[in-house]
Every structure is written in structure tokens, then in C-alpha cells.
């Protein structure tokens, strides 16, 4: 498979991990569009919000209990921070497996380019 996220669970390429478990990798996002832009991505490969089956509720919930840690962790909690998920090439998803991008560090607006 030649997935950069895969490549990056596998520790094949370098990331700056913030949080690992069994399941979830959570890293800085290399091309930082806030001051805080984290990724937090399953470890199974699931390519997209269109992938994700009934078996992955419990995972994907857990992702979101993860992203709430991350924000406390980071500070952001309080003023907030947007959680942003690409889905197909019109969605602007580069990376064809499920991440959430947690936006946060200024204020952000509501347009949407």
C-alpha cells in the first residue's frame, strides 16, 4: 500500500507524534494551516468518511474523546478550535485515508473557499 498515513503508523516516515495508542496516531500536521494543526487518524485504513462501516463506530467515537484530550493538552479547549475532515477530491481530501484535522491557535472564519 502506498499510503503516506500507513507509511507514518508503520514509522517508515518520521512524524511528530503528540498521542499513540492501539488504535488512533495523533501528529503535528507538516503543513500547519493554524498555529495549532494536529492530525489524529485511525490506524486502520479507512479511505474516507464514505469508508466508514458500522464496525467503526466505537472507533470513530473514540477518535473524538482522543481529539478532546489533545485539545485540553494544547490549551485550546477553552477558546475554542474547528475539527475539519476532507472527503473526496472536490472535498479537498489529499491523503486517501480518514484523518480529522484539529484547527485551532486564532480566530477562524466562517467562509468557506
Known amino acids: 500500500m502506498?499510503?503516506?498515513f500507513c507509511k507514518i503508523i508503520n514509522?517508515?516516515?518520521?512524524?511528530?507524534?503528540?498521542y499513540e495508542d492501539e488504535e488512533i496516531l495523533v501528529f503535528h500536521d507538516i503543513?500547519?494551516?493554524?498555529?495549532?494543526?494536529?492530525?489524529?487518524i485511525p490506524k486502520k485504513h479507512i479511505e474516507?468518511?464514505?469508508?466508514?462501516?458500522?464496525?467503526?463506530e466505537e472507533l470513530i467515537g473514540k477518535m473524538y474523546?482522543?481529539?478532546?484530550k489533545i485539545a485540553k493538552e494544547?490549551?485550546?479547549d477553552k477558546k475554542g478550535f474547528?475539527?475539519?475532515?476532507?472527503?473526496?477530491?472536490?472535498?479537498?481530501?489529499?491523503?486517501?485515508?480518514?484523518?480529522?484535522?484539529?484547527?485551532?491557535?486564532k480566530k477562524?472564519?466562517?467562509k468557506i473557499d
Open 2 to 4: 502506498d499510503c503516506i
Open 11 to 18: 514509522k517508515e516516515i518520521p512524524s511528530k507524534i503528540v
Open 31 to 40: 503543513h500547519p494551516l493554524t498555529p495549532v494543526h494536529i492530525l489524529v
Open 48 to 56: 474516507s468518511a464514505l469508508d466508514i462501516k458500522k464496525d467503526d
Open 65 to 68: 474523546t482522543v481529539i478532546n
Open 74 to 76: 494544547f490549551g485550546v
Open 82 to 105: 474547528r475539527i475539519v475532515t476532507n472527503c473526496g477530491e472536490d472535498g479537498g481530501q489529499e491523503v486517501k485515508h480518514l484523518h480529522f484535522h484539529l484547527l485551532a491557535g
Open 108 to 110: 477562524l472564519g466562517t
